[in-house]
């Protein structure tokens, strides 16, 4: 890891946005979107209690990608669609595997839902990682592909390797990783996980431009 350049980032970001993540100017089109909402709507609706009723469940679990900014129009319509095909035992095993990731065995959770969804062709980093980061926006992060790849070259993570089928071990290493750069920063740059990988996206641009 290449923590020199995280510095160089972080310098350079702090002259452009000298409040960090609370500077009105970073990320301006969050203005009408309120992640504090987002979080507390998707906890709510996906409340441990929630799991004693499957198609509840996995209806919520649409609404809570449905209202991220995160996830393409595209993938919401086609997790759509496959929602309307399952069948009850179908939501079942969804529902089970969606409980374990967030409440239970977190990487049998994650490795289940993976399985369903490669069924569909819906296996996709943005949605494996959309829901846990939205309930825990401190803890979890999102993966957006691009920024992730853009990520492990900038900062030569070289113990990591991007693919595009999501996986429990990549996703654990990167949160290390991750993790340990977020303690070398200033603490106007941690906080919301979403918004650190941000920061590092427009610093790798910073430094291309």
């Known amino acids: 890891m290449n923590i020199e350049k995280l510095k160089d980032i972080e310098s350079e970001f702090l ?3 000298p409040k960090g993540f609370e500077d009105s100017n970073f990320f301006p089109s969050m203005k009408k979107f ?9 906890k ?10 499957p198609s509840e469940v996995i209806d919520g679990f649409f609404k809570v990608i449905q209202k991220s900014m995160m996830v ?10 496959m929602i309307q095909t399952l069948n009850s035992y179908e939501k079942d095993m969804l529902s089970i595997e969606l409980y374990e ?3 239970g065995n977190k990487k049998n959770g994650f490795e289940g839902l993976v399985e369903f969804l490669s069924e569909y062709k819906l296996a996709k980093w943005t949605i494996i990682s959309v829901v846990p980061y939205t309930l825990h926006r401190e803890k979890e992060y999102f993966i957006k592909p691009t920024t992730t790849k853009n990520i492990i070259k900038h900062f030569e993570l070289k113990d990591l390797l991007y693919k595009p089928k999501p996986s429990y071990e990549f996703y654990e290493n990167y949160t290390q990783a991750l993790d340990h750069m977020k303690k070398n920063v200033d603490k106007s740059l941690r906080g919301d996980n979403g918004a650190f990988t941000g920061f590092l996206r427009v610093g790798i641009e910073m430094c291309e431009d």
């Not at 309120?34 to 998707?42: L, V």
């Open 72 to 81: 393409s129009l595209f993938d919401k319509l086609k997790l759509r669609d």
């Open 44 to 53: 709510e609706i996906l409340a441990k209690e929630k799991f004693q009723n």
């Open 101 to 103: 990731l967030l409440y």
């Open 15 to 17: 002259e452009v946005y």
């Open 34 to 42: 309120s992640p504090q909402k987002h979080t507390q709507f998707a």
